[in-house]
Structures are given as C-alpha cells and as structure tokens.
C-alpha cells in the first residue's frame, strides 16, 4: 500500500531534551517536506527536500534540522525543543517538484513539549 | 514570497445548501492551486486542484474556479451533506519550491 508513515505518533517530552520524529513514504517520491499546524495558523512549511542530500528552508525552520540521506526518509529533528514547538506535525511527499502536485501526508505526530 | 489569505475561517450550511470558501494569492507566478480536506483528527487530503491555465474544474458536486487576472480562486460545494463537514484549506505553488496554504475554513452541515 502506498502511504507516508511517521513515528511516534504522539509524544509528550520536556524543555531541551533532543528528539527525532521519522517519516518514511514508499512511493519513490523525490519531493518530501514537513509541516506544522496550529490553530488558526493553518500548515505551514518548516523544510523541504527536492532529492537526496537536498533540503531546504520553509517559512518557520527556526529550532528544526532535516536530512535526507535516502530517497524514503525525511527525518525531522528538534535539537533543544521548546513549549513554543508544541504542535501537530506532518509529513508529506509528492511525485511532482515544488508542491506542484498532490501531496500525500502522513498520519500525523502531535508532539508536546512541558 | 506567496501569501494566501483564505475566507471566511468558519462556515455553516444547512444540508444540500451550496458552500463556497474564497482565496487569494499574491504571487502572479503561481500556476497551481489545490485544496485540502481534512477531517477531524485525520490528515489532509487533496479533492481537487486546477492549474493556471484551466479557469473553472468540476469533480462532482466540487467545483473551483480560478480568476487569474484578480489573483482569487475559490472552492464551490453544492448540495453539501453532514460529511462534507471538515477543514478546508487552499494553497498555492511559490516559485517551485513549496505550497503555501492558507489559514483554513471550517466547515459544519447540518441535518
């Protein structure tokens, strides 16, 4: 089945404690990015990646690194995470460059920090 | 960069009322425009999108126009129905690299 997973799902963790959300797809989708979604905020864009070992900013990268060392995973790092990165959190990849065509998101990580 | 402002945040219809939730977007060199539905406590999915060179597209009881000139493109729902109730959310293209979303509608039909 074709889909985009992401582990945990939930997490609660406290102030500076590092932690790695994964996301893996099996669609062989060169395009992956991440998103974070607030209330009234609707998705917006941390980093994105058009191919292996490619990745860049999006409108809030601020507290957040990426890699992409292979194709499927897109791994999402908090280094020193903070209350203010409480958040639900999606991954998503699509077949086509720059957001240009269907995005498929994964299930969700909805992450607290205390 | 690309700005996406979307009204109204909250609608309510009664069932088999039409639904229509507006967008605009600042980026004249934006060329596609999905829209996302996302049910309570899933994930977004896409129902619908046009490109820039297409001015209306129907899917069904889905509709989205696109008027290029004004910069707006806009969701139509017809003869909605209690699980049409949902968060909406329009986004466009910026410069091949990301979508940008707007802030979302929620929507409630009513029985």
């Known amino acids: 089945e074709a889909q985009v997973t992401q582990n945990p799902r939930y997490l609660i963790t406290v102030t500076g404690k590092k932690l790695t959300v994964t996301c893996s797809q099996n669609?062989?989708?060169?395009?992956m990015s991440w998103y974070r979604q607030d209330p009234g905020l609707g998705l917006r864009q941390i980093y994105y990646?058009?191919?292996?070992?490619?990745?860049d900013k999006g409108d809030v990268p601020e507290g957040y690194k990426v890699s992409r060392k292979e194709k499927r995973n897109f791994p999402l790092i908090l280094e020193s995470p903070s209350p203010n990165q409480t958040s639900l959190y999606f991954c998503?990849?699509?077949?086509?460059?720059?957001?240009?065509?269907?995005?498929?998101f994964g299930p969700g990580t909805r992450l607290t920090v205390l | 960069g690309e700005n996406v402002e979307q009204h109204p945040s909250t609608l309510s219809v009664q069932e088999g009322d039409s639904a229509v939730i507006k967008c605009t977007y600042s980026?004249?060199?934006?060329?596609?425009f999905p829209w996302y539905k996302q049910e309570l406590g899933k994930r977004p999915q896409l129902i619908i999108d046009?490109?820039?060179?297409?001015g209306e597209k129907k899917d069904q009881r889905i509709a989205v126009t696109l008027n290029k000139t004004a910069k707006h493109f806009s969701l139509h729902i017809t003869e909605t129905q209690p699980e049409d109730s949902a968060v909406y959310f329009c986004?466009?293209?910026?410069?091949?690299?990301?979508?940008?979303f707007g802030k979302g509608t929620t929507l409630s039909v009513s029985s």
């Open positions: 998503a990849s699509s077949m086509t460059q720059g957001g240009a065509g269907t995005q498929y």
């Open positions: 669609m062989n989708h060169e395009y």
């Open positions: 990646s058009m191919n292996v070992e490619v990745t």
């Open positions: 980026d004249s060199a934006s060329n596609y």
């Open positions: 046009i490109r820039s060179n297409v």
């Open positions: 986004a466009a293209n910026q410069a091949g690299t990301a979508l940008i």
